[in-house]
């Protein structure tokens, strides 16, 4: 749950840490958990001045999951 939440709000662009953290309530030991495991799936992208991004992949993925109703 905690991980299409992330997706979701990086659907609408690049987040900081920070936001991911704030919009998850997650601690940050769990949420560096969270990131690093969606960064191995490939969904989202390296941190880039200190902004995360979906992938194409990832931004693939969300559509889809939101058009089936996930």
Same mark, same amino acid.
């Given at each position: 749950m905690q991980r *299409? @939440?992330? $997706?979701a709000m990086l659907l609408g662009g690049p987040g900081t #840490?920070?936001?991911l953290q704030s919009a998850t309530g997650l @601690?940050? %030991?769990p949420l560096y958990h969270h990131i690093h495991e969606l960064r $191995? *799936? %490939? $969904?989202? =992208?390296p941190? +880039? @001045? !200190? !902004? #995360?991004?979906l992938t194409p992949l990832g931004l693939r993925a +969300? +559509?889809?999951a *939101? =058009? $089936?109703g996930a």
């Open positions: *299409a @939440r992330m $997706l #840490y920070q936001s @601690r940050p %030991g $191995l *799936a %490939g $969904l989202i =992208a941190k +880039v @001045r !200190n !902004n #995360y991004e +969300v +559509v889809i *939101a =058009a $089936l």
